[in-house]
């Protein structure tokens, strides 16, 4: 069974960064596209970035220039790079994995999901 499991949130003032870790666990080979989803409160999850095994990246609008998507195999980890944040940028931050199918930003193309780090952006 894949396991995900997310670091790096915390309380950041409005402008600054965070990184974001997942670790996988659970199988053999490399996983198939991995994803950043998040979620706030009273809000629908949304995705923030998907990567490919061999680095192509999808990224959402409302983060471009600011996050930054990035994997290491060997290492069974993905990253989320976050600059410039804002308070719009507060909420519940999850790793998702598929180990196949087509590059998606539809978060029903991921069977496996961490439980989230939560990151709060305020001054």
């Known amino acids: 069974q894949v396991q995900l499991v997310e670091s790096g949130g915390g309380l950041v003032e409005p402008g600054g960064s965070l990184r974001l870790s997942c670790t996988t666990s659970g199988h053999s080979n490399t996983l198939a596209s991995m994803a950043w989803f998040r979620q706030a409160p009273g809000k629908e999850r949304e995705y923030v970035s998907v990567?490919?095994?061999?680095?192509?990246?999808i990224i959402n609008m409302s983060v471009k220039h600011r996050f930054t998507i990035s994997r290491d195999n060997n290492k069974n980890t993905v990253w989320l790079q976050m600059n410039s944040l804002e308070p719009e940028d507060t909420a519940r931050y999850f790793c998702?994995?598929?180990?196949?199918?087509?590059?998606?930003?539809?978060?029903?193309?991921?069977?496996?999901w961490g439980r989230g780090t939560q990151v709060t952006v305020s001054s």
């Open positions: 990567i490919t095994p061999g680095g192509g990246r």
């Open positions: 998702a994995a598929a180990v196949a199918g087509p590059t998606t930003s539809d978060p029903d193309g991921y069977p496996y």
